[in-house]
């Protein structure tokens, strides 16, 4: 008899494994609802007595009660007066609610899709690559998690390649006005309704601005307040968000545009260095308008209500601000550089992210298992694994910005998530590659293509940027959410999810 069997034979005659045989999954949800309704819970016997007692109570007993309170007239308009008084200020000061009505993506045209072969055949015709280059970016291609289907701009697919600042100007255009085209279309808004504009994009900005462009085309009204946010890389769509959330506060009644974009025309990169050859794989033609409001008329036509957002900036840190930096290669070539510290840094940035993140959304069961472990381990100085928040407690949907297949594996290894928390992301990056801050609505919108979006939903949207930046958003679905007509999805929706390679 072997000492594995033995081993085995052994275990059946003792007690049972209860950590194998019992599934701690449902243990740790009763855990987590008993916590949850504590409170609930402490209240029922409460309100028991205060109901037996009431049906007590006889005529006289009531018309004693009565006559107590109206010889204490005082007290009582005392006491009306501080309860009218606490509410008003209450109403007043409350933040106001911002809901997001709307929002859509811009899906290019086919004829702007490239295939890796032509990508290829394109990046050795221009002859500003050498075959070490060559080859490695046939290398990170073929491991990005980008499909053949993928859009560059038309600028790009011209030999050779022509990046103007007519063709930038060209590209911006297109993204920017198809995506509100399309978003005004669906919600019914005309462009001079619109109180506030934030449109980001890191590289490039020209004179005059992005938002500059969207008030001439769409003739907004003059008293617009209009931001234009750049060099704040792909984190910039929820920085944009957290924005507009300001600002509505303090302006009532109003709509705010969020246009979401990055520009790849000008930012291809025609040299040899390793580090700065990744962005031309990773980063395709992208862009979202989302539409926000602070009227209470719009909650029932409404998708989403924002809940939290959080920001986190490492930048005092030498080494994460220069993470992700555009600089001029030796021969004097502008790219954009990616250090091999990359993937550290951003686990440092998601550390501190979550940590805000986690009193505010996370159970107070999973709270106080957090903090009983940290207090174990300070006390007892053993070396305790530290608890990791079980976020799929707090969150129903995950959309992590798809900025490469190793941000999205690592994200789905440090909290614990499963394949189908991480599949938007991942079929986003195989269907439209990295779109830069307009990514995390592209997932958004494959959630809702696949009819996952229920009333009640919580949504985390988490994205990376240069500076070093990391970033979430936290919204409520307001019903149950169906994909809004012309979205990036609609046409192919159906083949997803597909096999990546790994």
């Known amino acids: 008899m072997s000492t594995a069997a033995g081993v085995q034979i052994h275990q059946s005659r003792g007690l049972p494994d209860f950590l194998q045989s019992v599934n701690l999954k449902y243990v740790k949800l009763g855990y987590h609802y008993?916590?949850?309704?504590?409170?609930?819970?402490?209240?029922?016997?409460?309100?028991?007595?205060?109901?037996?007692?009431?049906?007590?109570?006889?005529?006289?007993?009531?018309?004693?009660?009565?006559?107590?309170?109206?010889?204490?007239?005082?007290?009582?308009?005392?006491?009306?007066?501080?309860?009218?008084?606490?509410?008003?200020?209450?109403?007043m000061t409350r933040p106001r609610s911002v809901y997001l009505v709307d929002y859509s993506c811009y899906r290019p045209p086919s004829t702007l899709q490239v295939r890796f072969s032509q990508f290829m055949e394109h990046s050795r015709l221009t002859g500003d690559f050498d075959e070490s280059s060559l080859e490695f970016q046939r290398k990170i291609l073929v491991r990005s998690g980008l499909g053949e289907e993928t859009y560059v701009p038309e600028a790009m697919h011209s030999l050779?390649?022509?990046?103007?600042?007519?063709?930038?100007?060209?590209?911006?255009?297109?993204?920017?006005?198809?995506?509100?085209?399309?978003?005004f279309r669906n919600?019914?808004?005309?462009?001079?309704?619109?109180?506030?504009?934030?449109?980001?994009?890191?590289?490039?900005?020209?004179?005059?601005?992005?938002?500059?462009?969207?008030?001439?085309?769409?003739?907004?009204?003059?008293?617009?307040?209009?931001?234009?946010?750049?060099?704040?890389?792909c984190s910039a769509g929820v920085i944009a968000i957290d924005l507009a959330k300001d600002l509505l506060q303090v302006h009532r009644n109003t709509y705010a545009v969020v246009v979401s974009t990055e520009n790849i025309t000008q930012?291809?990169?025609?040299?040899?260095?390793?580090?700065?050859?990744?962005?031309?794989?990773?980063?395709?033609?992208?862009?979202?308008?989302?539409?926000?409001?602070?009227?209470?008329?719009?909650?029932?036509?409404?998708?989403?209500?924002?809940?939290?957002?959080?920001?986190?900036?490492?930048?005092?840190?030498?080494?994460?601000?220069?993470?992700?930096?555009?600089?001029?290669?030796?021969?004097?070539?502008?790219?954009?550089s990616l250090s091999k510290e990359l993937m550290a840094i951003a686990g440092g940035a998601l550390k501190t992210n979550i940590t805000t993140l986690g009193p505010l959304v996370l159970p107070i069961s999973e709270q106080l298992l957090f903090f009983a472990t940290l207090v174990v381990k300070k006390l007892s100085n053993a070396k305790?694994?530290?608890?990791?928040?079980?976020?799929?407690?707090?969150?129903?949907?995950?959309?992590?910005h798809a900025g490469g297949r190793a941000v999205i594996d690592e994200l789905e290894k440090n909290l614990q998530l499963l394949p189908v928390h991480v599949e938007a992301s991942r079929m986003t990056l195989h269907r439209f590659g990295n779109t830069s801050s307009s990514s995390i609505w592209?997932?958004?919108a494959y959630t809702e293509a696949k009819g996952r979006m229920r009333k009640g939903n919580r949504v985390?949207?988490?994205?990376?940027?240069?500076?070093?930046?990391?970033?979430?958003?936290?919204?409520?679905?307001?019903?149950?959410v169906n994909p809004s007509p012309n979205g990036p999805w609609e046409d192919c929706i159906h083949k997803y999810p597909v096999e990546t390679v790994s």
């Open 160 to 183: 050779p390649p022509k990046p103007s600042m007519a063709a930038a100007r060209d590209e911006a255009e297109q993204v920017m006005f198809g995506a509100l085209e399309n978003l």
């Open 34 to 91: 008993l916590i949850t309704h504590l409170l609930t819970l402490c209240l029922i016997p409460l309100m028991a007595v205060i109901i037996i007692e009431g049906s007590r109570l006889n005529p006289e007993d009531i018309y004693q009660l009565w006559l107590h309170l109206q010889y204490n007239l005082v007290s009582v308009i005392t006491c009306s007066a501080f309860l009218v008084f606490g509410s008003t200020v209450y109403i």
């Open 384 to 400: 305790v694994k530290p608890y990791i928040p079980d976020f799929k407690l707090a969150f129903d949907h995950f959309c992590i």
């Open 442 to 444: 592209y997932e958004l």
């Open 267 to 336: 930012n291809w990169y025609f040299g040899n260095k390793k580090s700065m050859l990744i962005p031309n794989c990773l980063f395709r033609v992208g862009g979202s308008a989302v539409l926000l409001s602070n009227k209470s008329k719009d909650r029932r036509r409404s998708k989403y209500k924002l809940v939290h957002s959080v920001r986190t900036h490492k930048g005092a840190d030498e080494k994460a601000f220069r993470c992700v930096y555009q600089e001029q290669d030796d021969v004097g070539k502008t790219g954009v």
């Open 187 to 233: 919600t019914g808004i005309k462009p001079k309704e619109i109180g506030i504009l934030i449109v980001n994009c890191s590289l490039f900005n020209p004179t005059p601005s992005l938002s500059a462009m969207i008030v001439n085309k769409y003739k907004l009204r003059g008293n617009i307040r209009s931001f234009n946010l750049g060099g704040m890389g």
């Open 460 to 480: 985390w949207q988490i994205a990376f940027g240069s500076g070093f930046k990391c970033n979430s958003a936290v919204w409520v679905a307001l019903r149950n």
